[in-house]
T-cell receptor, first 113, second 109 residues
Framework: EPEVTQTPSHQVTQMGQEVILRCVPISNHLYFYWYRQILGQKVEFLVSFYNNEISEKSEIFDDQFSVERPDGSNFTLKIRSTKLEDSAMYFC???????????FGQGTRLTVV | ELKVEQNPLFLSMQEGKNYTIYCNYSTTSDRLYWYRQDPGKSLESLFVLLSNGAVKQEGRLMASLDTKARLSTLHITAAVHDLSATYFC?????????FGAGTILRVKS
């Protein structure tokens, strides 16, 4: 099964610091997504990214968040000034047009202290 | 805005029993997904259902979709302990998936 790779697997940061979460999606895919899951809660959509532009974003995705594809392969989610409530698992996802499945990375657990 | 409701939210069942998880959604959609999540892990794709009446089976799990009723079911046959996990349905809506709250399944031996 195709893989979506995320780094780091776990990040601990102090409140107010900037963090960058990285994703290497399935090659040749144009659509990428970021989701988050607060511990024990449901998976929430953050943003979708198509052909190097944001195509849709949720209310959660406010000005402290940004996404980039800096080098054509990696896909990053930046949180500028982290808050305690940003603590969650962050998942990158990439859909497969061939199988119609959406593959999720293994996630980055972000802990803001 | 699309709403996705799963029930039950928690299911404790004996090994060997059958049960069904329900997923209702509020707006027309072409695709519905079922995922499994083990504690602390990512989302594993189980099924994608693309059309009305679609039925897919894998082992002891069978998923179906009724787009007219806006309902999908995940049926568990003769449950075994290894099926213990959280199961999510997710509905495709625009450029995103909208997830249900998840059903925590515990299979007791």
């Amino acid at each position: 099964e195709p893989e979506v790779t995320q780094t780091p697997s776990h990040q601990v940061t102090q409140m107010g610091q900037e963090v960058i979460l990285r994703c290497v999606p399935i090659s040749n895919h144009l659509y990428f997504y970021w989701y988050r899951q607060i511990l024990g809660q449901k998976v929430e959509f953050l943003v979708s990214f198509y052909n190097n532009e944001i195509s849709e974003k949720s209310e959660i995705f406010d000005d402290q968040f940004s996404v980039e594809r800096p080098d054509g392969s990696n896909f990053t989610l930046k949180i500028r000034s982290t808050k305690l409530e940003d603590s969650a698992m962050y998942f990158c996802a990439s859909p497969s047009t061939g199988t119609s499945k959406a593959f999720f990375g293994q996630g980055t657990r972000l802990t803001v202290v | 805005e699309l709403k996705v409701e799963q029930n039950p939210l928690f299911l404790s069942m004996q090994e060997g029993k059958n049960y069904t998880i329900y997923c209702n959604y509020s707006t027309t959609s072409d695709r519905l997904y079922w995922y499994r999540q083990d504690p602390g892990k990512s989302l594993e794709s189980l099924f994608v259902l693309l059309s009305n009446g679609a039925v897919k089976q894998e082992g002891r799990l069978m998923a179906s979709l009724d787009t007219k009723a806006r309902l999908s079911t995940l049926h568990i046959t003769a449950a075994v302990h290894d099926l213990s996990a959280t199961y999510f349905c997710a509905v495709e809506y625009g450029n995103k998936l909208v997830f249900g709250a998840g059903t925590i399944l515990r299979v007791k031996s």
